[in-house]
């Protein structure tokens, strides 16, 4: 198959972000504008416009995969998303070798996007996650800490902040923070993002923006329920309880002391009620398997959880009536669980 070469990108416009405009839109169509061979070996096509993330701003690129419309049997298998000058490139390779693909490839031909649903959601949780730990940070007497670098890739997500917390204070912030984040993951609330003028958005954002947002610029900012704003570029979820549950650890890489910076790890888990992988540790938090439903309403409401959460919660086998001995040592058993997912659990926490 003939590759072009191509060592610029400043003769094509910019790639349309249309994952901007819908963050949980997983399939589109486009038109193909250019396909090439880098220098690196990768091949890439080039659209008009594209529902893949490309990887920035701490978060992973979309994977997928990409047909011809009038020839869906041609598929591109797409592995990373990159960004340069505006134009995003979807690095991948031609299923069964491509043999002919080149001939149908016009420019302008119509072309399917597909995108992971299951990766993107979980990097638009991680995403999420990170804002909402920023977010928390002056309801817990923290919002001196100003966030300098974040991670929301799923092998150990964290965000950076510069200043410090008093090592005897530590443990307790870190504890604050998370039943915080929790709190208003529990009470939801919806995720936007919008493109604003520079003096609507300083204004969404608390009054200012940071010194990398130009004057006079339109950036784009997204807004978690009623929490401020932030300039990002990234993927979210639709509603702050998408997160799930959240909990926080701090990865030490300083001493936290003086000028220097603390990490802060986000592991967003899986269910609602995901708190623990031990069985002992979860039957001394959980209601007893034999509460009537007014004393269980009690102890989930002391728990934060509303009446309508507890009947939901109760369809998962854990709780109350419909906790099942036969799954609950599965569920609460580390050694039941993926060997590799639980060694990758640990390592991030």
Same mark, same amino acid.
């Given at each position: 198959?003939?590759?072009?070469?191509?060592?610029?990108?400043?003769?094509?416009?910019?790639?349309?972000?249309?994952?901007?405009?819908?963050?949980?839109?997983?399939?589109?169509?486009?038109?193909?504008?250019?396909?090439?061979?880098?220098?690196?070996?990768?091949?890439?096509?080039?659209?008009?416009?594209?529902?893949?993330?490309?990887?920035?701003?701490?978060?992973?690129?979309?994977?997928?995969?990409?047909?011809?419309?009038?020839?869906?049997?041609?598929?591109?298998?797409?592995?990373?998303?990159?960004?340069?000058?505006?134009?995003?490139?979807?690095?991948?390779?031609? +299923?069964?070798?491509?043999?002919?693909?080149? !001939? *149908?490839?016009? #420019?302008?031909?119509?072309?399917? =996007?597909?995108?992971? /649903?299951?990766?993107?959601?979980?990097?638009?949780?991680?995403?999420?996650?990170?804002?909402?730990?920023?977010?928390?940070?002056?309801?817990?007497?923290?919002?001196?800490?100003?966030?300098?670098?974040?991670?929301?890739?799923?092998?150990?997500?964290?965000?950076?902040?510069?200043?410090?917390?008093?090592?005897?204070?530590?443990?307790?912030?870190?504890?604050?923070? +998370?039943?915080?984040?929790?709190?208003?993951? !529990? *009470?939801?609330? #919806?995720?936007?993002?919008?493109? =604003?003028?520079?003096? /609507?958005?300083?204004?969404?954002?608390?009054?200012?923006?940071?010194?990398?947002?130009?004057?006079?610029?339109?950036?784009?900012?997204?807004?978690?329920?009623?929490?401020?704003?932030?300039?990002?570029?990234?993927?979210?979820?639709?509603?702050?309880?998408?997160?799930?549950?959240?909990?926080?650890?701090?990865?030490?890489?300083?001493?936290?002391?003086?000028?220097?910076?603390?990490?802060?790890?986000?592991?967003?888990?899986?269910?609602?009620?995901?708190?623990?992988?031990? =069985?002992?540790?979860?039957?001394?938090?959980?209601?007893?398997?034999?509460?009537?439903?007014?004393?269980?309403?009690?102890?989930?409401?002391?728990?934060?959880?509303?009446?309508?959460?507890?009947?939901?919660?109760?369809?998962?086998?854990?709780?109350?009536?419909?906790?099942?001995?036969?799954?609950?040592?599965?569920?609460?058993?580390?050694?039941?669980?993926?060997?590799?997912?639980?060694?990758?659990?640990?390592?991030?926490?």
């Amino acid at each position: 198959m003939m590759m072009m070469e191509v060592t610029t990108t400043t003769t094509a416009n910019p790639t349309k972000l249309d994952y901007h405009d819908d963050m949980w839109k997983f399939h589109s169509v486009s038109s193909f504008v250019s396909f090439f061979q880098g220098e690196d070996g990768r091949c890439a096509l080039i659209l008009d416009s594209t529902i893949f993330y490309p990887q920035g701003g701490g978060q992973p690129s979309d994977t997928g995969f990409i047909t011809i419309s009038s020839h869906p049997h041609f598929k591109f298998i797409v592995n990373d998303v990159r960004s340069k000058d505006g134009i995003v490139f979807h690095y991948g390779f031609f +299923e069964n070798s491509g043999e002919g693909f080149e !001939s *149908k490839l016009e #420019k302008g031909v119509q072309v399917l =996007l597909y995108v992971d /649903e299951s990766r993107r959601t979980l990097n638009s949780r991680l995403h999420s996650a990170g804002h909402l730990l920023d977010a928390c940070l002056g309801n817990v007497g923290l919002g001196y800490l100003e966030p300098t670098k974040a991670y929301h890739f799923p092998d150990g997500p964290y965000v950076e902040y510069k200043g410090s917390v008093p090592q005897s204070e530590m443990q307790m912030k870190q504890k604050e923070l +998370e039943i915080e984040a929790n709190k208003l993951i !529990s *009470k939801g609330g #919806k995720v936007s993002a919008a493109i =604003l003028p520079y003096e /609507e958005a300083c204004e969404l954002c608390g009054g200012c923006l940071p010194d990398y947002i130009p004057k006079g610029s339109t950036p784009r900012i997204v807004k978690l329920g009623d929490t401020p704003g932030c300039p990002c570029g990234g993927t979210h979820v639709a509603d702050i309880s998408e997160i799930l549950s959240m909990k926080v650890r701090h990865r030490r890489n300083m001493d936290g002391v003086g000028d220097g910076t603390i990490k802060l790890g986000t592991v967003p888990l899986r269910r609602r009620d995901s708190t623990t992988a031990s =069985l002992s540790t979860a039957n001394s938090n959980l209601p007893g398997p034999n509460l009537n439903l007014s004393n269980l309403i009690i102890a989930f409401s002391n728990k934060g959880f509303t009446a309508k959460e507890l009947v939901a919660l109760s369809g998962s086998h854990t709780i109350g009536q419909a906790r099942c001995a036969v799954f609950r040592s599965h569920i609460y058993n580390d050694t039941n669980i993926n060997a590799e997912e639980n060694t990758r659990t640990e390592d991030v926490a």
